[in-house]
């Protein structure tokens, strides 16, 4: 955990000493999806989650030709989140650690990778009979348009991982593919 949170503040500080010039720049946004459960965990299950999203641009671009990209840091606060199962529960959560290496080899529409890592509070166990708070490891691939102004749209599929890491004495956990789409502000 200390490795962690040493990890977190390093990638922090990184996005703070970028400056307001091109590298550097700054996504507010917003997005909203969900999706069904997959195999490797309990199935019969899908959720659906809306979260606010605040990243940084933390490299210049670096590469060439095709693979040419740069890394930002992000975090995901998720006011709604909506798990359904036996019982529709309700809850919130925050992904403090999300990286994703974003193509930009001049072309309107950027592909991107990420991975991350969340935390989820629901109101009731996920699933039954485990925790009601449980850690959301995620990765997925994505495009999203180069900003035109300064909106810009995003669509992406993501491998959600919900689990409660062995806190509760039973830990099925839930495997998920999550498409979603949103829209981010640049400055």
């Known amino acids: 955990m200390k490795k962690l949170l040493l990890l977190l503040f ?12 091109g590298d550097g720049s700054t996504e507010l946004g917003i997005m909203t999806g969900g999706g069904p459960s997959i195999a490797g965990g309990l199935g019969d299950r899908g959720f659906w989650l809306l979260a606010g ?5 933390i490299t210049r671009d670096r590469g060439q030709g095709w ?23 309700y809850g919130g959560g925050v992904t403090p650690f999300l990286l994703r290496y974003q193509l930009s080899g001049g072309r309107k529409i950027s592909p991107f990778v990420e991975f991350g890592a969340g935390l989820l509070a629901t109101t009731s ?7 009601s708070f449980n850690f959301t490891p995620q990765g997925g691939i994505g495009i999203q348009t180069v900003p035109a102004g300064r909106a810009s749209w995003t669509l992406g ?11 509760a004495r039973h830990n099925p ?10 829209i981010s502000w640049f400055r």
């Open 125 to 131: 166990d996920v699933p039954e009979g485990t925790s």
């Open 10 to 21: 390093c990638v922090a500080a990184a996005a703070n000493a970028q400056g307001p010039s």
């Open 157 to 167: 599929v993501r491998y959600h991982h919900t689990s409660n890491a062995g806190i």
């Open 67 to 89: 693979v040419r990209g740069h890394l930002q840091y992000a975090v995901e606060v998720i006011p709604a989140y909506f798990q359904f199962q036996s019982s529709r529960v």
């Open 173 to 182: 956990g839930i495997n998920a593919i999550m498409v979603y789409t949103g």
């Open 53 to 57: 999203r605040w990243g940084r641009q």
